[in-house]
Every structure is written in structure tokens, then in C-alpha cells.
């Protein structure tokens, strides 16, 4: 089944910094990746989330980057804001099987300000 | 106002005892999903549903049990059989369980065991 690796688990910055956060996983057959923000004592909430036929998406402030070939993708953050500190996860399934979706350990990031 | 409900936000049980937890959503999704949180570790499935009275096992099913009555309500009871019950669990919904892999996260319920 998948795996996946999330790297690296805590990482702290600057306000103004950005931060990046990297996955790999071990299925070829994955083809979504979804990105999740978790604030201490709250469910994860989807914050950007890039499928297989594309090789990088952004949203603002974010932006997350794919490479199928080596398997792996990351999570940018730019400008970083002290609001932009919790946990975040990343995720690989595969489109039409829900529930094989599996999830990374999760990096804390903090922003100090 | 849409969305995903657990409740209660935090839940303290004696050993031996069954537990059950919350879930409702009104967003209209056909599927559901249950997961454990432990300190330092992803989250892990316990069961999920993609429709209404059907619900498969998921990687850590052992000691719990859900029932799927209705389209809005998916309910996990952790028996006394499972070992380790301290956690914090998540509830999810997706659009159904087949054409998209989005899935919406509650508020999650904080397990104590006395």
C-alpha cells in the first residue's frame, strides 16, 4: 500500500521567510495530493491540493509543486505571518478509491515574529 | 451554515466502558470517515462509508464500531477490547467515494481514559 514521508517535522522561521515542507511517496498509481493545516485543538482544514496532471499549483501565499517521476512534492509558503504557524500534512491517494488515502506524520511550523 | 460536527469536544471514560462519539454533517456527502491522532503520527483510518448503511474497515478497525443509519450521521463507538483508546479522532466527508478524494475534517473529540 502507500506510504508516505513527511520532512521535516518541526520547522521554524522568520516571519517574512518562507518555509517548505517536502513528501514522498511510494505508489505510482497516486494522483491526488492534498495539503491539510491543523491549528492546536482543531481538525485538519484543506488548504491547497494539486492532482497528477499538473506540476504545480499556487494560491496566493502558497504553492505546492509536483514531481511524479521521483514521487515526491512539496509545500511552499512565502512571506510567512505568525498566523501561518500550526501543523501541516500532506496526503496521497488515488482519484476513485477514497479510502486509501494516506497521510504524512505532519511538520509544526512555527513563525516567530 | 454547512459542515462537520463531533461532538463531545473532549470525552473522559472509565476502562471497561464503551464509548460513542458524534459525527454529522450537512454538507450532503455520501461518504464518511473516521480517524485516530496520535502525538507525532498522521492520521490512521479506522473505518469509513461511502453510503448509507455500508461501512468497510479501515487500517486500525480493531476495538471500534460504527453504524451508517443515515446519509447525516456516523457514529464510533470504542469498545472496552480496544487497548489503547487515549487519542483524538477525526471525522471526514467527501462528495461520495468515488469521483473526488477531498475530504472535510470536524473538529475532532479528545479521548481520555481514566
Request: hydrophobic share 30%; glycine share 8%.
Amino acid at each position: 500500500g502507500e506510504n508516505v514521508e513527511q520532512h521535516p517535522s518541526t520547522l521554524s522561521v522568520q516571519e517574512g521567510d518562507s518555509a517548505v515542507i517536502k513528501c514522498t511517496y511510494s505508489d505510482s498509481a497516486s494522483n491526488y495530493f492534498p495539503w491539510y493545516k491543523q491549528e492546536l485543538g482543531k481538525g485538519p482544514q484543506l488548504i491547497i491540493d494539486i492532482r497528477s496532471n499538473v506540476g504545480e499549483k499556487k494560491d496566493q501565499r502558497i504553492a505546492v509543486t509536483l514531481n511524479k517521476t521521483a514521487k515526491h512534492f512539496s509545500l511552499h509558503i512565502t512571506e510567512t505571518q505568525p498566523e501561518d504557524s500550526a501543523v501541516y500534512f500532506c496526503a496521497a491517494s488515488i482519484i476513485w478509491s477514497n479510502n486509501d488515502m494516506r497521510f504524512g506524520a505532519g511538520t509544526r511550523l512555527t513563525v516567530k515574529p | 451554515d454547512g459542515g462537520i460536527t463531533q461532538s463531545p469536544k473532549y470525552l473522559f471514560r472509565k476502562e471497561g466502558q464503551n464509548v460513542t462519539l458524534s459525527c454529522e454533517q450537512n454538507l450532503n456527502h455520501d461518504a464518511m470517515y473516521w480517524y485516530r491522532q496520535d502525538p507525532g503520527q498522521g492520521l490512521r483510518l479506522i473505518y469509513y462509508s461511502q453510503i448509507v448503511n455500508d461501512f468497510q474497515k479501515g487500517d486500525i478497525a480493531e476495538g471500534y464500531s460504527v453504524s451508517r443509519e443515515k446519509k447525516e450521521s456516523f457514529p464510533l463507538t470504542v469498545t472496552s477490547a480496544q487497548k489503547n483508546p487515549t487519542a483524538f479522532y477525526l471525522c471526514a466527508s467527501s462528495i461520495d467515494g468515488r469521483g473526488t478524494d477531498t475530504q472535510y475534517f470536524g473538529p475532532g473529540t479528545r479521548l481520555t481514559v481514566l
